[in-house]
């Protein structure tokens, strides 16, 4: 018999062939009646906040946009009224309110990549762990395989390349290493970050204003 669907719900119930069923996770088809209840009603619950969450994603998209446009309106006001420009030379902006209770910050953060200089930095990091004793520095032989170590994208870790760096070992072979990671960063473009923050008083601590749904 062909199969002809008549209604599509919002629920996820598809009427086909004049029967109640549900997509299940083959790609196939179930009738509802088989459908354990726990199951069902767990769909319905995943259903009801997948759509809330969709909802509010659209809606903070639309915020950032807004407050982007808002904010580079003011930009462009004040450049041309004023002859003037606000932030520095990255790009950083902060705007406060006249009673100094809120304020809104623009940071913007460098993209880096590494190129092939990585390579040569990981052989004379090697020859240094190599040499030194194995009960030597255990915790920066720790940082290198994490640094080094790629992600599912085969990216290897930034924050640990970075930490690395911040270690001053006098081992000639780890400052050129050390070179090595500098001369193989590039800066592949930069992104933009907007933050909200306010207070009661102007005594008080600046606190940020939470959205992000981890940290509410």
Request: with cysteine; charged share 30%.
């Amino acid at each position: 018999m062909e199969t002809v669907i008549l209604e599509e719900r919002t629920d996820g119930v598809i009427v086909i062939n004049g029967r109640e069923m549900m997509a299940d996770a083959s790609g196939g088809y179930k009738p509802v009646s088989m459908i354990k209840a726990q199951h069902k009603l767990e769909d319905e619950v995943v259903r009801k906040i997948i759509t809330y969450a969709t909802e509010l994603s659209a809606t903070i998209a639309r915020f950032r946009g807004h407050t982007m446009t808002d904010l580079g309106d003011f930009d462009a006001l004040i450049a041309q009224e004023y002859n003037a420009k606000i932030g520095g030379k990255k790009g950083n902006r902060t705007y406060q309110t006249v009673d100094g209770l809120m304020k809104v910050q623009v940071q913007v953060a460098d993209l880096i990549d590494f190129g092939s200089e990585l390579q040569v930095a990981k052989s004379l990091i090697d020859e240094c762990l190599n040499e030194w004793s194995a009960d030597s520095r255990p915790e920066i032989q720790t940082i290198v395989t994490r640094a080094f170590s790629t992600d599912k994208e085969g990216k290897i870790n930034r924050a640990e390349i970075f930490s690395l760096m911040r270690h001053e070992i006098a081992d000639e072979r780890w400052q050129r290493g050390m070179d090595a990671i500098r001369d193989a960063m590039r800066v592949t473009g930069s992104k933009e970050y907007v933050r909200f923050y306010q207070r009661a008083k102007v005594t008080d601590q600046f606190r940020a204003v939470t959205i992000d749904l981890a940290k509410v």
